[in-house]
């Protein structure tokens, strides 16, 4: 499927959360082919971006959407088995799984078996949203058959070959590219006032006793310093979902609290809050990645111990592992220049080339004189039998890719009866998970 200069680049991005939707549609942006509107204009032609949201739990908030800030030409809420049917009526040029890993090993079976026979289909393309420091292989392997797996540094692309060619299959998709939603200026001085900014994050910690440890540091370090506006950076209102459910919002936490004046809960885009921030303060968040790019102080607490359950385990070696206690007496973490260069964050300048490879890529295949392949996952019935038929099931596939007997919607369009029951049954679903369940587990914990 060429891309011809009578009609720019046509890009479906399927994702199921507000910060793989952002990973997903920045990716769409940067990788897309370069096409002159014109022979010898100079000006490029912009991609058609299609956005399609996977419904379930964590499907985002028009909120949400807004401040991710990126603009779909158009946007809609599909079960898996509805984007398949998309994809057999709409000719994509190129098509972005922004899933978890199940959600597009499932896709992924599902694509092979509409796509059969097929002499021409979209270039798939795949990755994570951030920071890899859990389930390595489990989720490398649930997004192998995709043209592209994209690793947002060095270091994630020399980790991915090796799994995938420790298990005997092809890493030739692997494809080094950086986050894409790094930029904006670097810092150049502290701002009046002062700023500190904590990076929340809806799971890490999870208890209650470690989050009021965090906000009641943050509190003191701003009652420490009156002089400094310390700010807490939320992702997500309660009752939104973001990636990771948030059982203990930090809002309600905050509640029970007399913070000083000096002290703010904020929402909204982060390099919009970057452009503010002298001290950039979190556990793990993806945020720190953000701030380094910009050579904001970074900060990664220790106070909860370095541990892979909290996922600072990934910053040994960065320069940037402080507590609270250091924090308070006026420490500024200095950032290792060789491990920041290994985490894609390209502090040095070299962000603007950081994904001309997979670029070019994708304008081999398009552009090539032979068909793509036909996607070849490594999971098949008969490498994971006891694997991969429930990783489908979930999505209403068969072990063939195909629909399930008695899913929901897998012929026709749903009406506008099942469409309000969906929405009424997707709203009970959301209040059982963020209010009913974690009040049963607590009360399971008594």
């Known amino acids: 499927m060429p891309v011809s200069t009578a009609n720019p680049p046509r890009i479906a991005v399927l994702a199921d959360s507000d910060t793989r939707w952002k990973w997903g549609a920045l990716t769409a942006t940067r990788i897309a082919p370069s096409m002159e509107a014109g022979a010898g204009s100079g000006a490029q032609v912009a991609p058609v971006l299609d956005g399609f949201l996977l419904r379930g739990r964590a499907t985002p908030t028009p909120r949400q959407l807004a401040e991710v800030g990126v603009h779909a030409d158009s946007l809609s809420e599909v079960t898996a088995l509805e984007f398949l049917r998309a994809m057999t009526r709409t000719p994509y040029d190129v098509l972005v799984l922004a899933l978890v890993g199940g959600g597009v090993q499932a896709i992924l079976h599902g694509l092979k078996r509409i796509w059969e026979g097929r002499t021409e289909r979209p270039v798939v393309v795949t990755g994570y949203v951030g920071v890899v420091y859990e389930k390595l292989a489990d989720g490398l392997l649930l997004r192998h058959g995709a043209d592209l797996v994209l690793a947002n540094s060095r270091q994630d692309a020399e980790r991915f070959r090796a799994v995938y060619e420790g298990v005997g299959a092809d890493a030739s998709s692997v494809t080094e590219v950086a986050l894409p939603f790094l930029g904006g200026s670097p810092y150049t001085g502290e701002h009046d006032p002062y700023t500190v900014v904590f990076a929340a994050q809806p799971s890490v910690p999870e208890n209650r006793r470690d989050r009021t440890y965090l906000l009641d540091r943050l509190v003191r370090h701003a009652r420490l310093h009156p002089e400094r506006e310390v700010l807490l950076k939320l992702r997500s209102k309660p009752g939104e979902h973001t990636t990771h459910i948030e059982e203990l919002p930090y809002q309600k936490l905050a509640q029970k609290l007399d913070p000083p004046p000096n002290f703010r809960l904020v929402y909204g885009n982060m390099g919009e809050v970057l452009d503010r921030t002298d001290l950039m303060v979190t556990v793990s968040s993806t945020a720190a990645l953000e701030s380094l790019h910009r050579r904001v102080p970074t900060a990664v607490l220790t106070d909860l111990g370095v541990r892979e359950a909290l996922g600072n385990h990934h910053f040994v070696g960065s320069g940037c592992l402080a507590s609270w206690d250091q ?66 099931a979930r999505h209403h596939l068969g072990p063939d890719g195909s629909p399930l007997p008695g899913a929901p919607a897998a012929d026709r369009e749903p009406g506008p009866v099942r469409q309000i029951a969906r929405r009424a049954a997707r709203g009970a679903y959301r209040h059982g998970v963020q209010r009913v369940a974690p009040v049963i587990r607590r009360m399971g914990e008594l």
């Open 327 to 392: 924090l308070d007496a006026g420490h500024r973490p200095a950032p290792d220049e060789e491990w920041v260069a290994r985490q894609g964050v390209a502090a040095d300048g070299s962000y603007a080339t950081a994904f001309d490879a997979a670029r070019e890529r994708i304008g081999k295949a398009l552009g090539g004189p032979g068909r793509l392949p036909p996607l070849a996952p490594y999971y098949t019935p008969a490498t994971a039998p006891g694997y991969l038929p429930g990783i489908l």
